[in-house]
Structures are given as C-alpha cells and as structure tokens.
C-alpha cells in the first residue's frame, strides 16, 4: 500500500520531533501536567489541521503501510470520511483515476525504497462523481522511538491545472498559427550580439536554414544579407532598437540555393520592468514576389514587353539627357527612324506569332549593328528607332559632312548589311529590308521632338525612293512632310468616321440599263475636294487601318440599300476588298452578319478583289472566296489583265465576273491590239462560265466595239460618274429611274 497517508493526533509522535519547548519539557514538569499540556498542545494542533483547506495525513512506515491519521479536509477533497480513509486499506488507490493509478503507484513504490520525498499531480475522483486534480507532497520522518512515517499533504489544484491546461492550448494555438503564417517570426535579446531566443519554423522553408542552428549562430543573420543591403540593414536593426520604437526595413537576404529573398521586416521593441529595452519581437515577410512585380510594372513603363527593347518614353527621356550633354560638351546627336518593309504582309501571310518572331530576330540585329552606348527602341509595331550620342562634330574630310551625320549614315549602311542575310521563322527563310530616317542634332533640329519629327520624315522619304534605302532629312523634305501629315490626318479620320460613299451604276451593255452600283469611298477635304483613293488607300492597308475603314464601307452600303429599298430601288451591290481584308479571318463571318441584320439577299452582294491581290497568295485566296460564294455572295475580278494570273489558278477560283481593266478599254475602237485582248479576255470569261465587265467605258465608240466583241457588262462616264446616294435616289424621285430599276436607257444616270 502507498505510504503517503494522513497525521494523527500529533502526540507522542511529532511532539517528539522537535515540537518541544522548555515549559511543556517532562523533565521539568510532572508527569501528568506533561501529559496533559502534551494533550492540549496536540488537540491545538488537531483543530487547525482540520480547518485547512487540504488533506494532512500521516502514514505509518512498517511495512504494512498502515495509515495513522488524516485531516477533515479529507472529506472535502474527496468526499472520503477521515475513519474510513483511515481502517479502508485500498480507499486511496481506488480514488485514483485509472488512468493515472500506474504512474502513481510507480512513484509511490520508489520514494518507498528511496526515502526521496514524493512529490505527484494526479486525478483523482470524487464521491459525486467529480474529477479532481491533486498535488500530493510528502516527507519521510522519523519519531523519537525511531519509527518512521511519511508526513504528507494533499492540495486540491483542479483550478490551477485548468489555468495551466488553457494556458498551454492558448501557447499551442498561437504557437501552431505562428508557424503556419508564411512568414517568419523571431524574438530576440535587445543585446550587442542580436541574441536570437526563437525563430519560427517556416525560416527552414524559405531560407533553408534550421531554426536550431538560426540560434546558435548569432551573426547568421548579418551574414545571409545581401552585400548591397548589410550595412544599411544592420543599422536600421541597431538604431531601432536603441530608439525602443518599432521598425519597418525592407532588404534582402541570401538563401543557402542561392535564391535572392526580399524580406518586409517590422519589429517592436519590449522593454524591461526598469523601461530599457529588452526583447525585439519581429515578422519577416516574404515580399520577393511583389518586389518582382514592381520591377515588372517598373521595366514595363519604360520597355517594349515583347521585345525587352526601351519604349518611346525611355527613348525620349534618353535623348533628352542626351541632348543636354550634347550641348554642354559640343557634340553630335543622331535619330534614326528604321521602319521594316513589308512587316504587315508577313503577319497577314504567316500569322502574328511569326511576326512576333521577325521582331525578336530583327531587335537582336539591331543590337549587333549599333554601338554598345547606343539605344534601340521600339515604339510600337515594326517601328524602330536608333539612338546616338557624344558624336564628334568634326567632319572627317573637308567640306564634308559634320561627324553626327557620318557616324548616323554609317550606322545605316552596317544595319542594312544586316538585314541582308535571311530571317528563320517558322523553318521559313524571309529575306526583308527597311527604311531608314536620319536627323542629327544640330544639323537640322536642336529639340527632342525636332529629332524624332524629322527622323519619320525622312524614313517617308526613303520609302518613296524603294524599299531597303535610307535618307538624311534635308530642310526641303516638303513631299515627305506632306506624306507625314496624311497619315496623321487618316488616322482622326479613322477615328471620326469622316467618309462619304459614291456610287457609280453597273450597265447592262445591250440595252444600256444599270442593274447595279460599285461602292467607292471618298475622303473629303477639310477645306473642299477630295482625297484620291490612291493616295489614302494604299497607306491606310500600310498602316493597318484598312480593316475599320472596310468594315465602315460595308455598314454604309447596307444602311444605304435598306433606304433605297424603302423607296422601291433595289439593286445589285458591287464593294473592293483589299489584300489585308481578304486576309482577315472575321471576313466572311462579318459580312454574313452585316447582311442579315439589313435583311439583304446575298446573291445581290458582289465581292469585288483585284487580279494582283488574288495573285499575291493564290491558295488562301481560293480558300477565302470559297467562303463567300458558299455564303451566297457574288466575286468579280478587278482589273483584269495587268496582274500576270496564271490560268490554271483562275480555274480554281469561284470567280463570277472578269472586270476588263480600262486600259484595255481606253481607244478599244482605234487599237487592234486592243480589241483582241478584249476578244480573247471575253473568250476565257465565257470558257470558264463567267461574265465580263468593262471598266472605264467613255465614248459610244468604245460602247460599240465591246458590245461587237461580245462584252455582257460595263461601267464608266458614258453612264455615269461616281455620285452620292441621295443623288441616285432623287434621280429614281423624279424620272423613277427605270434604268436603274430595269427600264430603259434613256433614264440611265448622267454625269
């Protein structure tokens, strides 16, 4: 049995060890008063222990351990009477909770065989079933007779475990959030020596350092900083921590793979009872991935994201420092406009992720032919610009030119020695050039805009001349400004939808009645007149606008057609594509879309495409016009007979009009050869099931001879020039315009 067991009357027992003193000593007293003074000091004694709040006991070590005595709080602690704790022989062990007897029994056996004191917290339970928690401490005494006992108390600290149970949860639950943070979290000694007493584990995770040996090295920290950062790091550290204020730093630290890590680090300052600082306790965020996306948008603002080339805002902030320099120093700056030929019919014919290619392979020439102090940019599309700077304004021979201008031309010349060798995309070879613009600083221009502004004029002036060459800009440069203004003029015009349409009727040869119209587009002039087709298309497919402006063309010709049938007047519609239309892969699907919301029968829509454009890539065109005669929609070929086609594709093609070009037509009556060429075009058209429409037409003359070689169709000034369409409509008002609508000639429309 347990030897830890309550006290009895303190008689004899502990009134002989050492609770004596020299008025209740035997040897001076008789012994009866001993006696009786003995009985009254252990009844005192008695009716204290009973009053405390705990369990006294006292156990007998005789090997049998026999309980000697216990306190009333017995009764309170467990509901146990103190005589039935006493003569119950196994009443302490059954109090025990089960799941604690083992361990206790366990200590209990061994301060038996030790005589060490026991010193337990158990459970135990109560009489109504409660669970109490118990601190037993006992002590092993020896009486005068030299028997010995254990001399014990048992303290109820169900609440103090409670507390010291949340306490624990409490330090687990933060303990276990702490660690689950992505970041790191330290406390370390406010010493010279940035002691560490704790760091999280996530530090292992993001660092590849363990937290054990974090702490073990003080100077780890200092050592893992990136060289750039550690002084600057290490002071804000230590000046925080002097101040006792908290911190916020940013820097970056060195991982043990070599990764760079940026690290966001706020820190407080404990201080001590005396109010000097004591603990610092910090978070050290992983801010590596807002850092890079902050160098991203940073790079970003000041690059070409496909090409990684500066932007035109680099470029201009640079030519800017560039022509202060200049002028301090007496030096040269040269522009260079480089604008790559053909670039739009590369990304028509292979794709824009082969023309996003070319960029990249043509960038990294550039690279190659330029100096390494001299800037390559890219403003946008194929467009590039060239930047040098510090140039010797001394001209290499007499009377030549200044050094800024040689220095530009003879970078020219090594790009275009570049740009000779062909381009790889696409397990394609493509062999291009560009046109180059040169301005220098202070030939022509003293200002950033100056440069810029006379560099594209120049480069427009080189295309003129042909592909592949460069040009000097020349104070004189009037066509290419001229060139430089129009396209800016396009571009708001694109913008404004500033157009207007003109229809020109479609004439049935033999009886002179229109049974349709061909769509042109004008551009009119802010001040009067018109801008020629010739001059604004072209550019507008170079400057890729041509898709908006032909999406422009075809709503206005349906819009138009909706009111002209309002008013009875229904005929055939005749529009152009260009080549970058053809190539647009939302063609056909944007033409059957426009033609149903305007309720229009597809077999009155004739696509019309020129000879050179069905030529320029025969396979996708026949692919492409496929599309639109399955559609419903009609197909002429324009100008027949200057493009060189070959036969053999013409047959592929859905076509279902040949348009005899007018310089065939012109003097038909007076040329021989051409009035063959006439014959023969009429003779193919009608061999291949197509019908043949003469372009140009002017004089009876020219009527009759084609009409005589056996020309269905026409169009020119005898009938007609190009009108607006409300002037056909009020022609159809006042004469119901029975040419147009299928009647007779002589209310066909006149110029």
Partial sequence: MLKVRPYRALGSSMAGHGHTNDRADPDRLGDAEARMRRSELGLRYRDLLDHLPAAIYVEELNGEDRVADVSAGITDLLGIHPNEW??????????????????????????????EPFHVEYRALHRDGREVWIRDDAVLVTDEDGRSYWLGVMLDVTALVSARQDLEHAENRYGALVEQIPAIVYVDVADEHMTSTYVSPQIEAILGVEPREYLEDPELWSRLLHPEDREEAVETYLRGRASGEPFTFEYRLVARDGRTVWFRDSAIVLPDAEGQPSLIQGVMLDITERREAERQVAFLAYHDKLTGLPNRVFFEEMLELGLA????????????AFDLDEFKLVNDSLGHEAGDALLLALAERLREATRETDLVARPGGDELLLLLTDLDLTPPVPDGDDGAVVAAESVAIRVQEAMQAPFEVDGTELYLTGSMGISTYPADADDAAGLMKNADVAMFRSKKSGPGGYATHRLDDGDAIQLLSLTTRLRKAVEQRSWTLHYQPLVALDSERAFGVEALIRWPEPGGGLVPPGDFIPLAEEMGLIEA???????????????????????DLGFNLSPRQLFHEQLVDT???????????PQRLTAEITESTAMTDPERTRVVLNRLHEAGIRLALDDFGTGYSSLARLREMPVDVLKIDRTFVRGVDADPQNASMVSAMVALASNLGMSTLAEGIETQEELRVLIERGCQLGQGFLFSRPIPGEEILAAHRRAGLRALAGGSADASVSA
């Fill in 86 to 115: 006493i003569t119950g022989s196994s009443v302490w062990i059954d109090a025990i909770h089960p799941d604690d007897r083992a361990r206790v029994q366990a200590a209990n056996t061994r301060s038996d065989e030790t005589g």
């Fill in 325 to 336: 320099r200049a002028r301090r120093h007496d030096l040269g700056v040269a522009v260079v």
């Fill in 549 to 571: 402006i032909g999406e422009w063309v075809l709503e206005e010709l349906c819009r138009q057609d909706e009111l002209w049938r309002s008013e009875g007047l229904t005929l």
């Fill in 591 to 601: 033409i059957v879309r426009k033609i149903d919301e305007h309720r229009i029968e």
